[in-house]
Nanobody, 126 residues
Framework: QVQLVESGGGSVQAGGSLRLSCAASGYISSPYCMGWFRQAPGKEREGVAAMQRYDGTTYYADSVKGRFTLSLDNAKTTLSLELNSLKPEDSAMYYC???????????????????WGQGTQVTVSS
């Protein structure tokens, strides 16, 4: 069993930055895919970014490329997401997710992730 705890959400103005962190505990081994999803009111949950714990390969949604950056700490248990140049449309509940397998083509598919955090709110005002 793996537990995921997110932190770092908040409210910022457009153009601002936030840093989200996801601390994972429990039995975690390679290859493991860890990622972030978000869900705005009335919309489906969508994949934002993911990283293959085994080799650091990253995946980003087109809407956040160049603005959001993933990083993993040396212990490979805390996944952070740096959100820059934030836009109002980035406002959503952000969820950390993890799965023992490979990210690959399924990195943005929520049904392929076994473990989920409780979420942290990001609000961007114009």
């Amino acid at each position: 069993q793996v537990q995921l705890v997110e932190s770092g959400g908040g409210s910022v103005q457009a153009g601002g930055s936030l840093r989200l962190s996801c601390a994972a505990s429990g039995y975690i081994s390679s290859p493991y895919c860890m990622g972030w999803f978000r869900q705005a009111p009335g919309k489906e949950r969508e994949g934002v970014a993911a990283m293959q714990r085994y080799d650091g390969t990253t995946y980003y949604a087109d809407s956040v490329k160049g603005r959001f950056t993933l990083s993993l700490d040396n212990a490979k248990t805390t996944l952070s997401l740096e959100l820059n140049s934030l836009k109002p449309e980035d406002s959503a509940m952000y969820y950390c997710a993890a799965d023992p397998g490979w990210c690959g083509y399924k990195w943005s598919s929520q049904s392929d992730f076994r473990y989920w955090g409780q979420g942290t709110q990001v609000t961007v005002s114009s």
